[in-house]
């Protein structure tokens, strides 16, 4: 496979309290941390190549195969444009196999704008570089205190300019070793 022809994607979801995750105090040292019931959520579509980052598509409804289709149409095809050139379709998709890429709508869609789809393992998180890029967006973000979903959006936003194009290019080039990494554990848990 060649991975420098391949557009990763994935979504996320980003709470506007996040919690903290380690809290370091004093023995006997009582630490009081606010906690929100229903903080405001948004979901974030990415793609990333060999060549950089692409766009993102935040949004706060529930992601069905019509929005798919519209995030395909604003997001990805633009992305793929930057990477690859506009009449380029010798690029392939990666996207898990939830239902919604799956569902007849998005193979149509696909289908009638000549995208390629690579076939990809059932719950396989440890081999999408995305799952990286979520980790360090996430935990940029987590210095922040968004006071609506509206400024967390602005900051998601912010923060996936700030992503550098080595990032994506190493992430992409460790296909490789995660690949071997995950048969080497018979198909278990890797950490990248």
């Known amino acids: 496979?060649?991975?420098?022809?391949?557009?990763?994607?994935d979504e996320t979801s980003i709470?506007?309290?996040?919690?903290?995750?380690?809290?370091?105090r004093q023995k006997g040292e009582i630490i009081k941390v606010p906690t929100v019931k229903h903080s405001g959520k948004v979901h974030v579509y990415g793609c990333l190549s060999e060549k950089g980052f692409?766009?993102?598509?935040?949004?706060?409804?529930?992601?069905?195969?019509?929005?798919?289709?519209?995030?395909?149409?604003?997001?990805?095809?633009?992305?793929?444009?930057?990477?690859?050139?506009?009449?380029?379709?010798?690029?392939?998709l990666q996207e898990d196999n939830d239902p919604k890429h799956t569902s007849?709508?998005?193979?149509?869609?696909?289908?009638?704008?000549?995208v390629k789809r690579i076939s990809w393992p059932a719950q396989s998180p440890d081999l999408n570089p995305m799952e990286n890029v979520w980790a360090v967006l996430k935990a940029n973000i987590s210095d922040y205190k968004p006071s609506s979903t509206k400024e967390l959006i602005r900051i998601i936003k912010k923060e996936?300019?700030?992503?550098d194009k080595i990032?994506?290019?190493?992430?992409?080039?460790?296909?490789?070793?995660?690949?071997?990494?995950?048969i080497y554990n018979k198909g278990d848990h890797i950490y990248y």
């Open 1 to 9: 496979m060649d991975w420098s022809k391949v557009i990763f994607t």
């Open 15 to 24: 709470s506007q309290f996040s919690k903290p995750k380690n809290i370091w």
């Open 54 to 92: 692409g766009n993102i598509y935040c949004f706060t409804t529930n992601l069905n195969s019509d929005l798919l289709c519209t995030i395909y149409k604003t997001t990805l095809l633009p992305s793929a444009g930057i990477f690859f050139g506009k009449d380029n379709h010798s690029w392939i």
């Open 104 to 114: 007849g709508k998005a193979q149509k869609w696909r289908k009638d704008n000549q």
């Open 160 to 163: 996936w300019k700030k992503l």
């Open 167 to 182: 990032f994506a290019e190493n992430l992409v080039n460790s296909m490789k070793r995660r690949i071997s990494d995950v």
